[in-house]
């Protein structure tokens, strides 16, 4: 089994600040650094140090190859990102001192799929494969149709949160993810929305996954002092991801991602703060 993962690659530019800038305010950095990052190359590498066979399907510029070496190098399959002439996406990330983030995002590359890539991605995938799907990179309700007709899982992570793209994405869902901002957005937009599952994450205060018919799961979050939780909820869906290829039950993989994501704000990054399985169970064996 595979977990597939239509998403963005963007080269993060990380600003630590004494606070989170207010509308025009000038404040100084404390320290500066780059790293991977981009919804989808943050859950292919959870899914990956998850223990999940992850392919990885994208586009970066002629100036980020780096960043494909990068996912190589945590185990992701890159054979199916396309090198473009346009910029490798770019994120400017701000962290104030509790953890917490500010975030300016250009698509670049990512904004450029093709549907014969994304169908030569998926050619030999059906049932038992998962393919994710975030609202950063064009052509998502293609890719899920396609999916979806191949009998695979869908997991869509509704963010960053538009109604228009999540409308076109719904009909191929099978398990639609969000926290607890997003899930009040569109139930304000669209009322109730039925696909098979849904996950809802609040933060500190845990998980919810609903089934539909009303079967509820719940996970509480783990208590830790973040650093900076820039890709928390990212490593909480790629761990679901590959909890699930792994065969666990909602509730295993709820608990397994709880901690994944409570061990990689801990530490400074997205991609590169991603925890290894081993310590995830090293984790949770803990607790």
């Keep these: 089994m595979t977990v597939f993962n239509l998403g963005s690659i963007n080269v993060d530019h990380v600003y630590t600040v004494p606070h989170l800038p207010l509308p025009g305010e000038t404040i100084a950095a404390d320290s500066y650094?780059?790293?991977?990052?981009?919804?989808?190359?943050?859950?292919?590498?959870a899914a990956a140090l998850g223990g999940a066979a992850t392919v990885h399907i994208g586009a970066i510029g002629q100036d980020g190859g780096w960043t494909v070496q990068r996912l190589q190098g945590f185990g992701v399959d890159t054979s199916h990102i396309a090198t473009l002439n346009l910029p490798t996406a770019h994120a400017i990330i701000t962290v104030d001192p509790q953890g917490e983030n500010a975030i300016v995002l250009y698509a670049g590359a990512n904004a450029d799929q093709s549907e014969a890539r994304i169908a030569a991605a998926l050619a030999g995938a059906g049932p038992g494969d998962s393919l994710l799907l975030q609202n950063e990179t064009t052509l998502q309700p293609f890719a899920a149709q396609l999916a979806r007709d191949k009998g695979m899982r869908v997991i869509y992570s509704a963010a960053p949160f538009s109604v228009e793209a999540v409308r076109a994405v719904l009909p191929h869902v099978s398990l639609l993810v969000m926290n607890r901002v997003e899930s009040e957005q569109l139930a304000a937009a669209l009322g109730p929305v039925d696909v098979p599952e849904t996950i809802v994450t609040h933060g500190a205060d845990g998980a919810v996954w609903t089934v539909r018919g009303g079967e509820t799961v719940t996970a509480p979050a783990f208590a830790v002092q973040p650093v900076d939780t820039t890709g928390a909820g990212d490593c909480f869906i790629g761990s679901v991801a590959a909890a699930l290829d792994a065969g666990m039950d909602r509730a295993g993989a709820l608990r397994y991602a709880s901690a994944a994501a409570a061990l990689q704000v801990?530490?400074?990054?997205?991609?590169?703060?991603?925890?290894?399985?081993?310590?995830?169970m090293a984790f949770l064996a803990d607790q």
């Excluded at 801990?266 to 995830?280: C, H, L, S």
């Design 266 to 280: 801990t530490r400074p990054g997205a991609a590169d703060a991603m925890p290894a399985r081993a310590d995830v």
């Design 33 to 45: 650094a780059t790293g991977l990052g981009g919804k989808g190359a943050n859950q292919s590498v």
